[in-house]
């Protein structure tokens, strides 16, 4: 008798897209197409800073994150 223990399947891990300077519709066009949530944070825009448009991201451009991990955009 062999027995086995699983904490279910691994969750594929995707590379998270560069956000930075897409509009909202934009970002959240490629969020869906990954499978990756947003959560949203608001700041106060600098002077050369276009209105709704993603200035910063977490995790960062590039960073690898299991599949349904959340992307927190910053406008």
């Known amino acids: 008798l062999e027995l086995v223990v699983s904490r ?8 998270v897209p560069d956000f930075r300077s897409l509009a909202l519709d934009q970002a ?3 969020l869906g197409a990954e499978h990756l949530p947003a959560l949203f944070a608001l700041q106060a825009p ?5 209105p709704g448009l993603v200035l910063g991201q ?3 451009p590039g960073a ?3 599949s349904g991990s959340p992307v927190k955009l910053m406008m």
């Not at 279910?8 to 891990?13: H, I």
């Open 8 to 15: 279910g399947p691994e969750k594929a891990e995707v590379t």
């Open 28 to 30: 959240l066009a490629v």
């Open 46 to 50: 600098g002077p050369k800073d276009k």
């Open 58 to 60: 977490d995790p960062a």
């Open 64 to 66: 690898k994150v299991p």
